[in-house]
Each structure stands twice: as structure tokens, then as C-alpha cells.
């Protein structure tokens, strides 16, 4: 029987690029777990996408052995997670299986948007905090500032934080030993009935679908009979492991213990992520409270660019949901672009790595359309509508009113750049609830339109700062808002595409940047085209692509002007006809130039 006292379970959670993985690398590193000459940076990003990004996307578990000077052998199972806030749903899945978290905190750049959110995040988990502060080596690094900083903003007792240096490895020794004193063991008891959650799970293409379990009760043995509760599936567990980041194969998975089981698991909506598995002869009465499901904010459509590859866009977006819970997909079709899939995502770069994975993991060449929020309609008939797709929107008289998602975003920057970030926030139909300093930063609290966020703000916010502004957001509620839609017509015909909502303010301004662009990605036909811009019936914009023209009185040489205009006449009237027969084909590009804007 293994003691539990000698278990410790842990997330490393901070603000992005105040380094984590880094160290994650240096506890592997001082613990054993792999050879010099099997170390590279960042071990535990194991996707080419996130070592090329240097961003951690997906959270990953490494069981550690780690000897104490008291000669007590401890089992360390450390979670390192990802910062940027597109992911904060890894964030609060690896918190639920843990008992305490290392909050890093970079010691020159100090407490940002992020840390504050992990750290309430991980409050709400009931979890011990240790504080690191890290990159002492570095010459702009201020301890004793960022102590008294996580004090005034955090709250936490700034004197316990303990300084390492991830690169060079300082402190992190003394790390360890803070680490086994200060955070709790995992509480269980082997001789009840199994209980483990369902943390994560993911689809290998030699062992089939992999769940990664934590025990709370009981054990889990290979060859065992197990039942997903929320799905009541039944299993027998062919294999349980454990990473040392090596995959290890263990007999038995005890309480307090994290690793992975699989057990030909044939179909992928059984693995519900926070689902509870127990012992399908002795099951548990009650289920563990799981995770709340996540609530995508940003949707696009996703289209293959051969409308062969739909079913193959079908099977990868099941597997890719397996790995990634946080996103959802229901098949749609578009008149302009064929049969594709409607999907939901946490934000814009969750949304950019999905389709990149997609790509790359899949060989999938897809479009995509504008990304849109959530409106809410009311109807003037009483009903209640969620409008997910744009083109999708009743006729304006049976409307009678639309609301829009509003956020409630956090903004920590240096104060030379309070004014910008405040015109910037105006300019996008803010409205700021506090503005307090902590030392010679400020921490800006505004209430914005979600679908104002979506498009470019944080790419604005980053460059009238230099880069140095932190953003956060959380969901704060539905609003009524003044808006319309804008409907992109090509040669008379509605592109349901390039539709999009907007305020009726910018709607004209919008319009016209999508015409003007247009305009020059369509390449010219044999007749005039017209790209307008429509609210409902009225055209509030309009580029016109010249046509091409061929001379058709070349061949007449002298003779009366009649003839001549015979052959004009006679182009004339053939090119009207075209106009009102003639297809103009969007290419790809157009549709990924025009929704860059």
C-alpha cells in the first residue's frame, strides 16, 4: 500500500512567458527523471505547433521521484499548463486534479492579468499556493518590488516567495523542498469503491483513444471492468502507465495517483472530460461534480476547400474535440462555399490553433469564415433566438430587438501608456468601471462589446503599448445593442460568407472596406461587376470591376460608320446578357483577404 503522505500533486500556473515550461525542465532535470543528452527546452511541449509558437497549449502531467534530505523517496505528479487566456479551460481541468499550485511570477516584468486569473482560479480549486518568483538571473530583475507587488495585488504573503532561476537552475532545489513541506498530500482511501476522474484524454494513432485519469478511491488494475458514469460505457482496462515524460507501464493506479489507462475505448463521445469512472460491479452512488463545460464565445465556419474532404473534415474534428473539450462543431452548409461545419471556440488564437491543427495534423486545406459572437434575438412573435451565423438573421420587421455578449476585461500596463489604451477602449464602444495604480503600473477595468474583441483589439492593444500591455477577459453579460447586418452582394447576389453583424454606426465604414477589397481580388470579366454592401434593401456602399473588353471593330477598315456601330450595338447587347447570366467565381484567396479586415 503506498503512503499518501509521500504523494504530492501540482500545477504550475502563471501569466504567459513567465516560464513554466522552462520550469517544468529544470524539476525533470533535477529529479533525474531524463539523462543530460535526452533534455532539449520545453520537454513537455510535445506539439511541432507550440515548440514553434514557444507557447504551451495543451497541459501535460510528468510523474517525478524526488529523495528529500530527510531520505523519504516522494512521488512528485507536477501539471504544467498554459498561460495565454484561450486556454484557461486546460487551466482549471489540470486545478481539479491537483491539491496545491507554483505560482511563477516574472521578477522584472511582476504580477499581470493571467497571474491574477490563475490564482483566483486555482483559490476557487481550495488549493495551497507556493509563490516562485523567477528569471532572477536577469539584470532588470527586482525581488523585493514584486514581493511587496503580490502582497498589494494578490494578497498572498509576498516574503515566502522563493527565488529561482528556470534557465540556470538556481533555487530550484530549494524549490523542491519548499514544495514537499509546504503543499498538501492527496486524502483517499484504497479500500473503497473506485472512484477516478477523467481529466483528459487524446487519440493515438498506435494505442487508440488515451484517458488521463486522477483516483480519488480505490484502485485501478489492469484487466478490470470500468464504467464511465455520465455515459454508462463499460471497459476493460488493457493498459495503465504512467509519463516519466517516458511513457511507463504501472500494475495499479492508487488513490492520489494521476496516469492513463486505455481500454479500447471504440467510440470518442464516450470520454467526457471531468466524467467520473468507477467499478462497473461496485459502482459509487454519486458522480464527482466534474468541470463546467466550457462556453465557446467565437464562431466561424469551417469549409474544405474540396468539398471531398467534408467527411474527413468530420472525422478530424472528432478527434481534435477528444484532445481539445474546449471546442464545439455542428455541420452547416453555405450556398457560396458548400457543406462545412459551424464551430465554437474560446478566442481567436484557440481558433487559429484549431484550424493550424487541422492542417497540420490532418493535411486538411480549409476556408474559414468571419469569425461572429453569440447574439441573442427577440422576435416580435415572442421567441427567443440564438444566433450563431450571421446569414442566419430573421428579416429586420420581425425583429425586435438584438442583444450582444459584453465582457468584463482586466488590463495591467505601464502608466506612460494609460492614455492610448483609454482612447483605444472608447474607440471601441468601452465603458471603464476602475482605474487604480499599483506602483508605477496601472490596472484598467472596462466593460467591452465581445464582438468589437474578437477581430484586432488585442494586436491594437499590444502595439499603442509596445507590446507591454497584459489582457484578460471573462463574460459579464447580454446587452441591447444598435446593431445591423451587413450583406456583401457580388453581381447582385448575396455572399453569405462575407456577411457580418455590426454597429450601425461603423456599418458603412466596414462595408466600404470590404468592397474596396473585393475590388481588387476578384479578377476582371467579360462584364461589369457590382460589389455592394447592403443593410436589409439599402446599398450603403458600391466598387464597380470594370469589364474587360475586346475590340470587336478591328477588322473594319473604311466603309460606313454604321457598320461599326452594328458591331458595337451588338457587344452591347451580348454583355447584358452576360451581366444577367454570368457567374462570378470568388477565389479562395478572396475569401481569407476580405475576412482579414
Not at 474546449?326 to 457560396?336: M, V
Amino acid at each position: 500500500m503506498k503512503n499518501l503522505n509521500h504523494i504530492r500533486n501540482f500545477s504550475i500556473i502563471a501569466h504567459i512567458d513567465h516560464g513554466k515550461s522552462t520550469l517544468a525542465d529544470r524539476l525533470i532535470q533535477k529529479c533525474g527523471a531524463l539523462e543530460n543528452r535526452e533534455m532539449k527546452e520545453q520537454i513537455l511541449d510535445n506539439m511541432e505547433i507550440e515548440r514553434e509558437r514557444g507557447i504551451t497549449i495543451k497541459a501535460q502531467t510528468v510523474r517525478l521521484k524526488y529523495k528529500h534530505d530527510d531520505g523519504i523517496t516522494y512521488t512528485l505528479n507536477l501539471m504544467d499548463t498554459p498561460g495565454h487566456v484561450d486556454f484557461s479551460y486546460e487551466v482549471s481541468r489540470s486545478l481539479s486534479a491537483c491539491e496545491g499550485s507554483l505560482l511563477v511570477v516574472d521578477s522584472s516584468q511582476g504580477v499581470e492579468a493571467q497571474t491574477l486569473a490563475n490564482v483566483y482560479q486555482a483559490i476557487d480549486s481550495n488549493h495551497e499556493i507556493l509563490t516562485v518568483l523567477n528569471k532572477i538571473d536577469l539584470p532588470a530583475s527586482e525581488p523585493d518590488r514584486i514581493r511587496n507587488q503580490i502582497e498589494e495585488v494578490i494578497g498572498l504573503p509576498g516574503k515566502d516567495a522563493i527565488e529561482v532561476s528556470a534557465k540556470t537552475g538556481e533555487g530550484v532545489q530549494d524549490l523542491l523542498s519548499s514544495l514537499v513541506k509546504n503543499l498538501p498530500p492527496p486524502i483517499g482511501d484504497e479500500k473503497k469503491p473506485l472512484k477516478a476522474m477523467l481529466v483528459d484524454s487524446w487519440f493515438d494513432p498506435y494505442l487508440g483513444i488515451l484517458t488521463l485519469v486522477r483516483v480519488i478511491d480505490g484502485n485501478i488494475i489492469k484487466g478490470q471492468k470500468i464504467r464511465f458514469m455520465s455515459t454508462k460505457a463499460t471497459y476493460s482496462v488493457e493498459a495503465l502507465g504512467v509519463f516519466t515524460p517516458k511513457i511507463k507501464n504501472v500494475d495499479v493506479l492508487g488513490p492520489g495517483e494521476i496516469g492513463f489507462i486505455t481500454a479500447s475505448v471504440k467510440t470518442v463521445a464516450d470520454c467526457k472530460v471531468g466524467d467520473t469512472i468507477t467499478d462497473d460491479k461496485k459502482p459509487v452512488s454519486e458522480m464527482l461534480k466534474g468541470f463546467k463545460p466550457s462556453v465557446p464565445v467565437v464562431f466561424c465556419g469551417l469549409f474544405p476547400t474540396d468539398n471531398a474532404d467534408f467527411s474527413d473534415l468530420r472525422e478530424a474534428l472528432s478527434k481534435l474535440s477528444l484532445n481539445d473539450a474546449s471546442f464545439s462543431f455542428e455541420a452547416e452548409t453555405s450556398a457560396a462555399l458548400g457543406f462545412g461545419f459551424r464551430c465554437g471556440f474560446l478566442g481567436l488564437l484557440h481558433m487559429e490553433i484549431v484550424r493550424e491543427r487541422l492542417n497540420r495534423e490532418f493535411g486538411l486545406e480549409l476556408i474559414s469564415t468571419a469569425p461572429s459572437v453569440v447574439y441573442k434575438i427577440k422576435k416580435t412573435d415572442g421567441e427567443m433566438l440564438e444566433l450563431h451565423n450571421p446569414a442566419d438573421l430573421p428579416e429586420t420587421n420581425l425583429i425586435e430587438y438584438i442583444e450582444e455578449p459584453w465582457i468584463k476585461a482586466t488590463i495591467m500596463v505601464p502608466d506612460q501608456y494609460v492614455g492610448p489604451v483609454l482612447t483605444l477602449c472608447t474607440t471601441r464602444r468601452g465603458e471603464q468601471i476602475d482605474l487604480s495604480y499599483i506602483g508605477s503600473r496601472a490596472m484598467i477595468i472596462y466593460n467591452l462589446p465581445l464582438n468589437e474583441i474578437v477581430f484586432d483589439f488585442y494586436d491594437r492593444l499590444k502595439s499603442v503599448t509596445s507590446g507591454y500591455a497584459s489582457f484578460d477577459y471573462q463574460i459579464d453579460s447580454y446587452r441591447i445593442g444598435n446593431l445591423v447586418k451587413v450583406s456583401i452582394l457580388v453581381n447582385g447576389d448575396q455572399v453569405d460568407a462575407l456577411a457580418m453583424i455590426t454597429n450601425k454606426e461603423q456599418s458603412e465604414q466596414r462595408g466600404r472596406a470590404i468592397c474596396l477589397k473585393l475590388k481588387d481580388l476578384i479578377p476582371r470579366q467579360l462584364f461589369k461587376v457590382a460589389l455592394q454592401a447592403a443593410i436589409g434593401s439599402k446599398i450603403i456602399a458600391r466598387e464597380t470591376i470594370s469589364a474587360v473588353r475586346k475590340d470587336v471593330t478591328a477588322k473594319c477598315y473604311g466603309g460606313d460608320i454604321t457598320r461599326k456601330r452594328k458591331l458595337l450595338e451588338k457587344q452591347k447587347a451580348g454583355k447584358k446578357k452576360m451581366r444577367q447570366f454570368g457567374q462570378v467565381e470568388i477565389p479562395q484567396n478572396a475569401f481569407f483577404e476580405a475576412l482579414k479586415l
